[in-house]
C-alpha cells in the first residue's frame, strides 16, 4: 500500500440528491490527500473535488462552483 500513488474507482451512490434511487459514481484519490468524487444524477452530474486544502462542489448543471469550507479538526 506505500507505493500505491494513485487510485480509480467505479460505483453506485445513492442519496438524498438522487431520491434514493441508485445512479453511477466515480471516485478519483491521489496520495497528496488530492479527490474527486461525482455522482452521476438524473439532474446532472454532482462534483466534489478536494486539492489536499481546499474542497469545492458542483451540482445539478449549476453554472457556480461553490468553495466548502469548514474548521480542521485537530489544527489550527
Known sequence: MASL???????????YDTFQDKVP???FVN??????TIAHTATG???TTYDGHIAWKAADKMA???????RRVGRR
Open 64 to 70: 457556480q462552483v461553490i468553495p466548502l469550507t469548514g
Open 31 to 36: 496520495a497528496q490527500s488530492q479527490r474527486t
Open 5 to 15: 500513488k494513485s487510485f480509480v474507482g467505479k460505483g453506485a451512490y445513492e442519496g
Open 45 to 47: 452530474d454532482s462534483t
Open 25 to 27: 459514481f466515480d471516485l
